[in-house]
């Protein structure tokens, strides 16, 4: 019986991957998988062409514009299309901004609320809610950006902002007037696009973190409070630091719901709640009527730059996740 | 006994996993909810020019609330006509299209009048300045309404998306508040400019307990919006207002972020009338769309954020299209015009603007601070741009008579949006322009 079954099914080749060449060659008996090889490879090569080719063009087309203003690029007076001046530092410096406050408040309340979910929470509740998550980051940055708009940014200049001044600490942070748009009012916008991201991922690896980490925990006497902070959350935190440079990502390239509650105004923020703008808004705001030449290679520019800076902050995130890792490693 | 033991302890390993199995009515909801949820993303976010056309529609929304609000007997004026382009595509017109205009096109028509007022089945699209969308929304409905056949879809992105898409060819026609300076061509060739409308820009401020009226003037005002002037009851302005009663609130001076028609006026005429200060400032005396001090105050999208951003804020002053502020029932600024008196924006004072273009042309197109004692100063027209070579004849006729009655008929829906209807020398400069209309192989649409 059993001879009989082996010869019908033949077992699979497990053959490891190997170039295009190989890979042929050891197909080039079955058509099918042929087929499937090809598609596989031109899939990956076009892929890496895509991602080479938008840098090219991005770096090509504003070429002109690094060329004419060197390293004042970066900062040098007030960006002015009319005068011919492009300083980025203040949308630099805007992005950071607005970026570090979406992760202050969007990350203890995402990892606190995956926890809740995967933990603390009855199932009857932590399924719905979970979904209502979901639901909340398929929701389109416009109107994130409206709701911001027309919502939130009343109700901050009323009260949350006047407020924010009052606390002794913080009100070094939030000082001068209460305009309504603000970096702090677009930082609030980006953690709330952020929350679902950072909920969702860290949620499911809690959840992945394997049972026998908690019975240790729970053996050793820890409370359900104390699992969760000794076992969970250091069992998930791959997860979570993933969940969190995926947020970074997604807050600094956000541009129309920024643009929408910054204020855009160019000027060098002295609090947070200057009005103030980022790359993403910059871009939004310039690009659709710059005019062919510098002007435009300088939006472009723009984008470039905000590519760098996406890249260091991911780059420099996992560098530092990995030294601490490191660190936690030797001392443990 | 065993078997128990070994069950319990199967069920403490695997706890999680049975906590994380939904009960089965919960999972159907939780599927439902996430098919929803696809759908959703799917819709939102599939396609980046969506997704910009979502950006515009911020605008779109609440500015085709306009012809409803203002009008109370003609409610029905359709926002739903003009509003959903997607970016507009090259215009490809079906066969039967081509064939059942001949009458009238081939021969040559003659313009706005006798030729079969039945046009044929088409969509025309165009794009452009956002100042104009009101009127634009209501006179392409009434269009609509009498041409059954003719849709015009208009995507108020602004006058410099108007330039350039027509420019590149992609919309039938464009509009900007101003016109693209001599030579007008694009990828098609010459481009006909053509008069279309008389709007103002209001100073809409939102100061409670002072009325609408507070007189400002060229100085005053480069000082508000240079940050010079941080007070509602700043000497300078106190000065130009005796008898009022100005709080000492903070003057948040509100800009467009993106670049605008009413920007370029607002420049033109701190240029002719703010002093060195402005010009020093914004380093030359040559306007811009593009507003210069960004580093001042608050800069909001569109006349409908910068409108909305005055709603919500005391202390507030911006500049808008007139009708946004008509709409809005702001409180505007009496601006000092060149004959030395203070005039608010008003369907006649913008008028009064309108009547003192004579010579009016594309190339001299600017009644920014005119001379009369009646004329408020921050007027201009609108300019719809056209390829003067139709290389589609159908298309060519149609967009012709749209004009055409756009600048006659059409401009009785102008005065209720807060729109002035054109002097009857800027109405023959537009027939005249549009008769300058061709077919592919050069010859005259209309006669």
């Not at chain 1, 001879?3 to 190997?18: I, Y």
């Not at chain 1, 929701?139 to 708009?149: N, R, T």
């Not at chain 2, 996430?34 to 396609?47: D, K, Q, R, Y």
């Not at chain 2, 004329?375 to 055409?404: E, I, M, R």
Request: a positive charge; proline letters at 7%.
């Amino acid at each position: 019986m059993a001879p009989t079954l082996l010869e019908e099914v033949p077992p699979p080749r497990l053959t490891p991957v190997g170039g295009v060449k190989e890979a042929l060659q050891r197909r080039s008996a079955r058509p099918g998988g042929r087929a499937y090889t090809v598609v596989r490879w031109s899939g990956a090569v076009l892929f890496a062409a895509i991602v080479v080719a938008l840098v090219v063009s991005l770096l090509a087309s504003s070429s002109q514009a690094f060329a004419h203003s060197g390293l004042s690029f970066f900062w040098s007076g007030t960006y002015n299309a009319a005068k011919d001046i492009y300083p980025t530092g203040v949308f630099i410096l805007g992005t950071l901004i607005t970026t570090a406050v979406a992760i202050i408040l969007a990350v203890p309340i995402g990892v606190g609320t995956a926890a809740f979910l995967s933990e603390f929470a009855p199932r009857w509740l932590a399924t719905p809610l979970s979904v209502a998550i979901d639901l909340i980051a398929a929701v389109p940055s416009i109107v994130v950006g409206l709701w911001g708009l027309l919502v939130l940014q009343p109700i901050f200049t009323r009260h949350v902002e006047p407020f924010m001044k009052k606390i002794p600490v913080l009100e070094w942070f939030f000082h001068g007037p209460a305009l309504g748009p603000s970096m702090f009012l677009a930082g609030t916008v980006l953690a709330v696009m952020i929350l679902p991201t950072i909920v969702a991922l860290s949620r499911t690896s809690m959840s992945a973190v394997a049972v026998e980490d908690r019975e240790a925990a729970r053996a050793l006497g820890a409370t359900r409070w104390q699992v969760v902070t000794t076992a969970v959350v250091p069992g998930a935190r791959t997860g979570i630091e993933a969940a969190v440079t995926l947020g970074i990502g997604r807050a600094m390239g956000e541009t129309i719901a920024v643009a929408m509650v910054i204020g855009n105004n160019y000027a060098l923020p002295h609090s947070l709640l200057s009005p103030g703008a980022t790359l993403g808004s910059a871009i939004i705001n310039n690009f659709g009527e710059a005019s062919p030449g510098l002007d435009r290679a300088s939006v472009i520019g723009l984008v470039v730059v905000l590519l760098v800076l996406s890249a260091l902050v991911n780059v420099g995130g996992q560098l530092l996740m990995r030294a601490r890792s490191r660190v936690v490693g030797a001392t443990t | 006994m065993q078997r128990g033991a070994v069950r319990r302890a199967r069920d403490l390993r695997s706890g999680p996993d049975t906590r994380r199995r939904p009960l089965p009515a919960v999972s159907a909801l939780a599927l439902s909810l996430a098919a929803v949820a696809l759908v959703a993303a799917a819709c939102g976010s599939s396609t980046p020019a969506a997704a910009k056309k979502k950006a515009n529609s911020t605008t779109t929304t609440t500015a085709t609330t306009v012809p409803t609000i203002t009008s109370t007997t003609t409610a029905s004026a359709a926002p739903g006509t003009t509003t959903t382009a997607a970016k507009p595509v090259v215009h490809t017109p079906t066969p039967a299209a081509t064939t059942s205009s001949t009458a009238c096109s081939s021969s040559g028509g003659a313009l706005s009048t006798t030729c079969d007022t039945k046009s044929p089945s088409l969509q025309v699209n165009g794009a452009g300045a956002n100042s104009i969308q009101p009127f634009f929304t209501r006179v392409f409905y009434y269009y609509n309404q009498a041409n059954h056949g003719v849709s015009v879809n208009y995507s108020p992105a602004g006058s410099s998306v108007g330039v350039s898409d027509i420019e590149q060819g992609t919309v039938n026609f464009g509009d900007s508040e101003i016109p693209i300076p001599a030579p007008a061509t694009g990828t098609s060739g010459n481009i006909l400019q053509v008069p279309v409308d008389l709007g103002g820009v209001a100073l809409s401020y939102n100061l409670p307990g002072v009325n609408g009226g507070l007189k400002l003037d060229g100085p005053t005002l480069a000082g508000i919006f240079l940050g010079t002037i941080k007070t509602w009851n700043n000497p300078a302005i106190a000065a130009l207002n005796p008898g009022v009663n100005l709080p000492s609130t903070t003057i948040v001076p509100v800009h467009r972020a993106d670049s605008s028609g009413p920007g370029y006026d607002l420049d033109q005429y701190l240029i002719d009338t703010g002093g060195s200060a402005w010009t020093s400032s914004k380093a030359g005396t040559t306007p811009s769309t593009k507003w210069p001090i960004t580093t001042v105050g608050v800069g909001e999208q569109l006349n409908t954020g910068v409108a909305g951003y005055i709603q919500q804020t005391p202390g507030a002053i911006g500049y808008v299209e007139y009708a946004y502020a008509l709409q809005a029932s702001f409180t505007n600024a009496a601006l000092k015009n060149q004959a030395g008196s203070f005039v608010t924006p008003s369907q006649s004072s913008i008028a009064a603007a309108g009547a003192q273009a004579s010579g009016l042309s594309a190339s001299n197109f600017n009644i920014v601070n005119g001379p009369g004692a009646g004329t408020y100063p921050l007027a201009n027209f609108s300019w719809t741009l056209v390829y003067q070579k139709q290389s589609n004849t159908t298309l060519g006729v149609v967009l012709g008579k749209l004009l055409d009655w756009v600048t006659t008929t059409g401009q009785q829906q102008a005065a209720a949006l807060g729109y002035s209807p054109l002097p009857a020398n800027v109405v023959s400069l537009a027939h005249q322009t549009l008769l300058g209309l061709e077919n592919s192989a050069g010859k005259p649409l209309f006669s």
